[in-house]
């Protein structure tokens, strides 16, 4: 009888599992790519509040409250560690805790990701990653360093270890992010790995791109592959304000399938770190909808491109003007709420 109990008992909390995980599923999880720490390329590491900007409380609050359970902080390399193999940078260390303390406060969580395109500006020069200056030593020793340094942070989701990895070929970049992963997890058990491809990590060309990385190893199978995906004709993003081309309404499902059914193939975990719509274009909407859709319905999570104070006029921006949503918020809460 207890036997039987006992049986019984494991089914029921099985089946308990098996419900919550499609509750999970049921809701597509958005994140935002709230910028600002990574501007003033020109100037690094640059004076805070001058030549970059970390995210205040009154940003984090507006996108909780629209229903952004994440919020994606791209930051700079050469802020955070002034000389490859270095210390950390404690004031910069200081900026980053502040802000993973400010979105904590309303339980969202967070991913950090290195916006340098695997390269390091130093004196005026690119070192490119898998150099000689720029060693795939170094780029553990980092990333090992920061993920110590943030241990005690709860809400740490993700570190993307590079965004959008460029002139960086064959399996260097397979190298440099085995490296990143190996670094990351002698301290670091418990947070995901987010790996974009190269090519700009584009989702409609992975497959032709990236296929070598799903043999990167992760022992704690944490690993999340990250694709990109605009849904203009060139996939950059850049939405021409005098678009002439005819704007199918599935253009974004077709642009990011490719990626899905190599995620599926590969059994892998995949999400879409950045996709975004011009606010100037109504027909976006239609192709925004259906793509998040899609990907709903594939549980896949994306990441919205982007927000910020400090974008001004960019097109793509969802960040509030006068106390004002952006028209793309309109489609985005659908999804979040």
């Not at 995901?192 to 043999?215: H, M, P, Q, R, V």
Request: hydrophobic share 40%.
């Amino acid at each position: 009888m207890k036997h039987c109990l006992h049986t019984t008992i494991l089914i029921l909390v099985a089946s308990v599992v098996i419900i919550s995980a499609k509750c999970q599923n049921a809701k597509l999880n958005i994140g935002i790519n709230l910028c600002g720490a990574e501007f003033g390329n020109k100037n690094l590491p640059g004076v805070i509040n001058q030549d970059y900007i970390y995210p205040t409380e009154k940003e984090v609050q507006y996108f909780f409250n629209k229903g952004f359970k994440l919020i994606v902080l791209p930051f700079k390399w050469e802020r955070i560690q002034h000389l490859p193999g270095g210390d950390l940078d404690s004031l910069e260390l200081f900026e980053i805790r502040q802000f993973i303390s400010r979105c904590n406060k309303y339980n969202v969580q967070v991913t950090l990701t290195m916006q340098n395109f695997a390269a390091y500006q130093k004196e005026n020069k690119e070192l490119l990653l898998g150099s000689h200056h720029l060693s795939f030593a170094h780029y553990k020793d980092v990333w090992k360093k920061i993920a110590t340094a943030l241990l005690d942070q709860k809400n740490m989701y993700g570190f993307d270890i590079m965004n959008e990895p460029r002139k960086i070929f064959d399996k260097a970049w397979f190298n440099a992010a085995q490296n990143a992963i190996d670094g990351i997890r002698e301290v670091d058990t418990l947070t995901n790995i987010i790996i974009d491809g190269e090519n700009s990590s584009f989702a409609f060309d992975w497959k032709f791109d990236n296929t070598k990385l799903k043999d990167l190893k992760d022992p704690y199978d944490k690993i999340i592959y990250d694709a990109h995906c605009y849904f203009d004709f060139d996939h950059s993003g850049r939405y021409d304000t005098k678009y002439k081309r005819k704007v199918d309404p599935n253009m974004g499902v077709a642009s990011v399938q490719p990626f899905v059914e190599w995620l599926k193939k590969y059994n892998k975990k995949g999400m879409i770190g950045e996709f975004g719509i011009p606010a100037s274009d109504s027909r976006w909407l239609v192709v925004m909808d259906n793509f998040l859709d899609y990907i709903n319905k594939n549980g896949i999570s994306a990441n919205y491109w982007a927000a910020g104070p400090w974008w001004k006029d960019y097109e793509l921006s969802i960040q509030p003007v006068d106390g004002k949503d952006r028209p793309q918020m309109q489609v985005l809460e659908k999804y979040l709420k």
